[in-house]
């Protein structure tokens, strides 16, 4: 029946619904009578005139507070505030009009009844259509599973009262730290003790865990992370803060752990202090600015205010999608900065060289560049061209047009290098550094910022094993030893913005990431996470196996981030500078000469012989 109804037109829908509220005023309007009476009432000569006189007033007020256009599986509190007011004010003018009209038969209680009578009777419906159609209430739509919320606070409430209007998943009550709260019940739901949860899980059966605690440090974050792991229970979470600017949750709003919560530490917090005389009111230019290092660079100098954001991107969809994406959050922030989208390779000198200019960029983020190995691997002229010649062609232009600092994104894989990619980001490094040592350069201040692989970016291990995981596996893991170096793509953008204040020429700056992690342990968080269990010889019966598959030619078991061993303190705790060993101008532009011939001449061979001239540690491994 509910099924029917929900596929009635929207018009078919609101004609039920008035047809309801017109039989419910005359209902309220006998009920008041035989009240008032205390006997049956039946209607008789100018009673009729005061029963119809309820619907003719109700209707059009009730139209015009729009309770008509709800979606009765859907309504709130609001909601029923928005039906007490039109009932108060269908009252305020059903008693004035039949006090106008039939003042000498119309009695005062009738007036005040029947209002009150009617008010119970639309609340009470708009109530049953509510737990009706949304399938609530009465024993179905909880096959899913039962899920506890951590977290009794605004947010955690408005969770649980969502997912009773969706239905799906059981909220079974709440975990909270407050003592106060310990033992309470809100709405209906018992508030439990941290120290509870396993046996809550075990006992009744719990297969979800909603995080709501939108305002918990990092910290503790990861301390309750941990201990859901042992659990086995799907671990989810709500939004930051930052984006419950409606506040209101849905279970739309429901998301996988965030990947700060994967990587296991406290993250990198920007210096914004540092940061405006360098961004705001200025001229920013991000090339890359549709990868996902250079969108989020663009996000975050957005929130410094400049007066100008170049979006240099080869992609013509990347940029659209990009450009759009930050003309909406400019319009919801009140932003006045220009967003000038500039489709252009790097590769090409004359239109960079227009570029830089014509509009005169303050600051240059140079993250354009092809990063993934086996791609540039299999086309090693063009990703010598676009890595190492891109990279000298935007320094050249930002020389000639007089940007004060210009920071280039690179990468731990540059760092005694066993691959080409490796290879042509060093050799963007040490293009930077010989230009930043000629003496008599111009005002242009070069830098370099390496770090490691970046949580969620493209070609990240994490998209690929979420994937895996939501096809049931198995995880592909390279090597049961290989580690990496993580951060989030939020932190690596930070960390370049920091590196543009910090600057002072030609220096290379890394995090202090503190200890590497190891991705065979990355992946049974993943699985553990999403309340499965890894299948291997403890577990025979889990859910997901992880197989090794060996690691790819040119891969390492583990990644560096200095060449050097004389790291330098900076402003910021948590940034580290190298001056390294570079080759001379002069002598760099004899080896660019040679590698530019043998890269157009797709001399795959002459390629390696510059390579492995130039770059220090250079050991390829065969593909």
Known sequence: MNKLLLELSRPAKRTLVMGVDICLALIATWAAYSLREESLHWPQGIQWWVYLSGPLIAIPIFIRMGLYRAIFRYTGLDALVTTGQAVG?????????????????????????????????????????????????????????????????????QTASAMGIAGGLKPFGYIDEDP??????????????????SELVKKFGITD????????????????????????????????LSDLTSGRVTVQDFQELELDDLLGREAVNLQVDLLASRIQGQSIL??????????????????????????????EFALYTLHRELLGWCKSNASKAELVPLLATVVDRRRLGWICTTYRPHTIYHAAAYKHVPMVECNPSQGIINNVFGTLNMAEAAMAAGVSSFVLVSTDKAVRPTNLMGASKRMAELVLQALASQSGNCCTCFSMVRFGNVLGSSGSVVP????????GGPLTVTHSEVTRFFMSIPEAVQLVLQAAVMAQGGEVFVLEMGHSVKILDLAYRLVELSGLQVRDAQQPDGDIEITFI?????????????????????AHPRIMKAHEDFITWPDLQKQLQQLM??????????????????????HEQPF
């Open 209 to 240: 865990v909603l995080l709501a605690i939108p305002k918990a440090t990092r910290e503790r974050r990861n301390q309750i992370i941990h201990t859901l792991r042992a659990l086995h229970v799907h671990t989810r979470t709500l939004p930051a």
């Open 286 to 315: 991000v090339s890359g600015a549709g990868g996902s290092i250079g969108s989020e660079l663009c996000r975050q100098i957005l929130q410094q205010q400049p007066r100008q954001l170049l979006l240099l991107e080869h992609s």
């Open 597 to 618: 011939q043998a890269a157009t001449a797709e001399d795959e061979s002459g390629i390696r012989s510059v390579l492995h001239t130039c770059v220090q540690g250079f």
């Open 464 to 471: 690929l094993f979420r994937d895996q995981l939501a096809k």
């Open 89 to 157: 004010l269908y009252a305020a003018l059903h008693l004035l009009l039949l006090q106008w009209i039939m003042w000498p038969v119309f009695p005062l209680t009738l007036g005040v009844l029947q209002p009150i009578l009617f008010l119970l009777l639309v609340g009470i419906s708009r109530a049953l259509a509510r737990f009706w159609l949304a399938g609530v209430g009465f024993g179905r739509g909880y096959e899913q599973g039962r899920m506890l919320i951590y977290g009794a606070g605004t947010v955690g409430v």
């Open 180 to 197: 106060a709260k310990i033992g309470q019940t809100i709405n209906g739901l018992q508030v439990f003790s941290p120290a509870k949860l």
């Open 550 to 570: 060996g690691l790819r030619p040119g891969e390492k078991l583990f990644e560096e981030l200095l060449i050097g061993d004389n790291p330098m303190s900076t």
